[in-house]
């Protein structure tokens, strides 16, 4: 990309700077220059920074033109300027009718995507009307037992004009399935349904601990759906791999771009040996990743995911499409930055997030609320987080240009080091047998604490500043922004419908739907085509878990793995 003569004329000159500069550096405004994950700051960065970057290849091999191999600088040619990413707005809360009222409420305010929260006791398979749902029905996302509830949640909502994202993991199969029932029902072609399904088991088994199945079968429901949707639903995504809940954890940038990319390949070997096609398959996979609070870095991260995928599906996996070269993604700012201290600060803190997700070319974005580390989000702070988006799109002119910050020294070097460093965690994961036994062995488990630990101290030490928490604190702070509560007669509602709902059903053919589901647990045959069955008949979730309970056992961690959560 530079010449080499070029580079030792640099050289010279930045000796001479360097002596310079050397009367300015006994003052400094911070005891260490470094990164959110730890990572130190050369103090200036020039060409001769970018390793290989004398090389004349250098330039089509790493970074190249956007919407071309290997996609460095984004996945579309003319990215924002064609069409902005999709604003979405994470929401579900109470009960299905409350959700439904807040859906139309953001789309009345310009958000162009829905994003559904669930419940606890949906994420973890159990109904409302169980024991162990006692006190979490409804708190920190939607309640969704059966096809009836997802019916009132997507009410006089066009499911063949709304792109929906669903966070949920273990269960993914039955809510995806209800969904898809429900646009059936408003006589929607499956072929025109968007929207993407978290569907990420294994970041749960190394971070967020939402699991139910055993890691095995987990992974069979996701490529019997995967399966299913290349066929029938082509414009849905039926996986996010979710780095987002790694980096949440503790992980650094790097660990959150290696670990992240690592199960991708897991799901990808996995529908591989299940006989589907690669270029079927992988044009619907996306990713979902963290906007933290070190701009530059996150960049750089978004940027060097791009690359390393792109070379893996074309050069290992052997994919020939192009598409399935493309990493998509969607992003959320980092629900571990916003403090519970002088809260509208966190306003402040999504707006950068969001502003580094919009420069490394997300697809989506959500924007965390203000008030999330109290509640849910109350309406108002919603709103203004949606507005944060808005803003960034239309008055800050960041989509004007594709990939503006593509060729600065400081960004191209630390791109090429975030890859570098995740092709190192790649080697040390193979060398350990892979994903599955890494997490058996809690490999993942225990390089996340280390570095959450390692960040505490730097917060305890003062090496590291969180405005409001260990400096410029307000001595008695009250906080006095609203937040939203949910009403503590809504776990008695919501229990009441779904016991209604299943005594009202027909429970013969309930029992006919789930006796096969369990014959296609048993065997090989397509879990996901049985799943739609159930759903149609309004089996609940609960339900269809507990006959996959029965059949495939629930996963326990192994004691390292314990040891090292």
Known sequence: ??????????????????????????????????????????????????????????????????????????????????????????????????????????????????????????LMGYDSDHERSLGEVGKCGVAVDTLADMEIIYKDIDLGKVSTSMTINSPASMVLAMYLVVAEKQGVDLKD???????????????????????????????????????????????????????????????ELAFTLADGFCYIESAIADGQDVDEFAPRLSFFFNAHSDFFEEIAKYRAARRIFAKRMKNKYGAKNPKSWLLRFHTQTAGCSLTAQQPENNIVRTAIQALSGVLGGTQSLHTNSMDETLALPSEKAALIALRTQQVIAYETGVANTVDPLGGSYFVE????????????????????????????????????????????????????????????????????????????????????????????????????????????????????????????AYVSVGEMCDVLREEWGEYSETQAAMSAS
């Open 1 to 122: 990309m530079f010449n080499k003569n070029f580079i030792a004329r640099l050289k010279e000159k930045l000796k001479e700077w360097d002596k310079s500069a050397e009367r300015f550096r006994a003052k400094k405004s911070m005891p260490r220059f470094f990164t959110v994950s730890g990572e130190d700051i050369n103090e200036l960065y020039t060409p001769d920074s970018i390793k290989g970057g004398d090389d004349e290849n250098y330039y089509d091999e790493h970074i190249g033109l956007p919407g071309q191999f290997p996609y460095t600088r984004g996945v579309h040619q003319t990215l924002y300027r064609s069409k902005l990413w999709t604003m979405r707005q994470f929401a579900g809360m109470g009960t299905p009718a409350h959700t439904n009222e807040r859906f139309k409420y953001i789309l009345a305010q310009g958000g162009t995507g829905l994003s559904t929260a669930f419940d606890l006791p949906t």
């Open 193 to 255: 349904v968007r929207g993407t399904l978290q569907n990420d088991i294994l970041k749960e088994y190394i971070a967020q601990k939402e699991f139910i199945f055993p890691p095995k079968p987990s992974i069979r429901l996701i490529t019997d759906m995967m399966s299913y949707c290349s066929e029938h639903v082509p414009q849905w995504n039926t996986i996010s791999i979710s780095g987002y809940h790694i980096r949440e954890a503790g992980a650094t940038a790097v660990q």
């Open 413 to 536: 070097s630390l791109t090429d080091k975030m890859e570098a460093e995740a092709e190192k965690y790649f080697d040390e994961i193979d060398k350990r047998g892979g994903v599955l036994q890494c997490i058996e062995d809690g490999f993942f488990q225990k390089d996340i604490a280390r570095s959450a630990y390692q960040h505490q101290m730097e917060l305890e030490k003062k090496e590291r500043v969180i405005v409001g928490v260990n400096d410029f604190v307000l001595e008695n702070e009250k906080i006095d922004i609203p937040v939203l509560k949910i009403d503590k007669n809504v776990e008695r509602d919501q229990s009441a419908f779904c016991k209604k709902i299943k005594a009202e059903r027909d429970n013969t053919k309930v029992q006919e739907t789930l006796a096969i589901l369990r014959e296609a647990a048993k065997s090989d045959g397509n879990t996901f085509e049985t799943i739609m069955d159930c759903a149609r």
